[in-house]
């Protein structure tokens, strides 16, 4: 166990819908990112966030959005979801404690959205 | 910008032999460099890591690779696998002066056989 938690763990939904994805860091943690992963193009980083603030953006559409809240715990929103957003979505926790800038970050269990 | 090659997708290797899994990276500056395992339905845990110092990184399950500069490669070694190894690796970079996000490589699918 990563202590990283991630809401839902499976999410069925239509084409043009809008889905939100749960994060809770482990405790401690100030950063959360965002990935994406799909048989066709890998593991991709989305977003990170560190104490409230968007620190990084990597491969992240228009269409998606994240934030991280006052208690840590992070959202992202999936909007006019396409079949091609269909994948798996994980969030990863960092801790500065950990020796300082080492990358060494913690997993949780993914989000599988599947789009119809 | 840093990329990451693995460049065999499947190693299906049988129970006890040894197991050598590639990767390299291109990257013009120091790097921090990963390797990482992905257990069917469950998310990545780390392997090893280097950061600096002695090339040669053990990790966690028997788990060993080396840093060669020269060659920029980082290969993931383990001299007797067990069928509890069957997994997805996958190796990553980082660059110690950015904001820590990883740059994954393509992912090797590792099968122990019986």
């Known amino acids: 166990d990563s202590g990283v938690t991630q809401t839902p763990k499976h999410l069925i939904t239509a084409t043009g819908q809008r889905v939100t994805l749960r994060c809770s860091p482990r405790?401690?943690?100030?950063?959360v990112y965002w990935y994406q992963q799909s048989l066709d193009q890998g593991l991709q980083f989305l977003i990170q966030?560190?104490?409230?603030?968007?620190?990084a953006k990597g491969n992240i559409l228009e269409r998606f959005s994240a934030q991280q809240f006052p208690d840590l715990h992070s959202e992202l929103n999936l909007s006019s979801l396409e079949l091609g957003d269909s994948a798996l979505y994980f969030c990863?926790?960092?801790?500065?404690?950990?020796?300082?800038?080492?990358?060494?970050?913690?997993f949780g269990e993914g989000s599988r959205l599947t789009v119809l | 910008a840093q990329s990451v090659t693995q460049l065999d997708s499947q190693v299906p290797v049988f129970e006890e032999a040894p197991v050598e899994l590639r990767c390299n990276y291109s990257?013009?500056?120091?790097?921090?460099l990963f390797w990482y395992v992905q257990y069917p339905n469950q998310g990545l845990q780390l392997l090893l890591k280097?950061?600096?110092?002695?090339?040669l990184v053990k990790g966690i399950n028997g788990f060993e690779a080396e840093f060669n500069k020269s060659q920029t490669s980082f290969h993931l070694r383990k001299p007797s696998v067990h069928i509890s190894d069957t997994a997805e690796y996958f190796c990553?970079?980082?660059?110690?002066?950015?904001?820590?996000?990883?740059?994954f490589g393509s992912g090797t699918q590792l099968t122990v056989l019986p």
């Open positions: 966030y560190y104490n409230g603030e968007e620190r």
């Open positions: 280097y950061l600096s110092g002695s090339t």
């Open positions: 990863a926790s960092s801790s500065p404690r950990a020796g300082g800038n080492t990358g060494e970050l913690f």
């Open positions: 405790s401690g943690d100030l950063s």
């Open positions: 990553a970079v980082s660059d110690p002066g950015s904001a820590r996000q990883l740059t």
């Open positions: 990257s013009s500056v120091s790097v921090y």
